[in-house]
């Protein structure tokens, strides 16, 4: 059972607050593939991702070095009509830095360097 479907059951209504809490955890845990499918349940769940949702979800990414991902959830908060904060686009370097993903990473600092401005 997924934890959006035990929040379900237990009548609670998630939120963009109680699942982003639910990545982050874990995330921190080190349970990075858990919070890449709980962020994925947060849109089946029509909880629509804000961009510190996005930030925690990048973060995984950054510890585990899943550099496409990144970038991935980068072009979905964008498609979202939301800006990339300094927190995601540093993830996303993070995670391109992590697997010597030199290429990915000029575009991201220049834009991490307009938005820290």
Do not use: H
């Not at 934890?3 to 955890?25: F, G, I, M, N, Y």
């Not at 585990?64 to 970038?71: D, E, I, N």
């Amino acid at each position: 059972m997924s934890v959006l479907e035990q929040l379900c059951d237990d009548r609670l209504e998630p939120d963009v607050v109680t699942c982003t809490a639910a990545v982050s955890v874990c995330a921190a845990g080190g349970q990075l593939q858990r919070a890449g499918s709980l962020f994925r349940e947060l849109r089946r769940a029509r909880v629509a991702p804000n961009v510190f949702s996005y930030s925690v979800a990048l973060g995984a990414c950054e510890i585990g070095g899943q550099w496409q991902q990144a970038l991935s959830l980068l072009g979905e908060l964008r498609d979202a009509e939301l800006e990339p904060n300094a927190v995601c686009l540093g993830a996303a370097v993070g995670a391109c830095e992590r697997r010597g993903r030199w290429r990915q990473l000029s575009p991201l600092l220049k834009e991490l360097w307009g938005v820290a401005l």
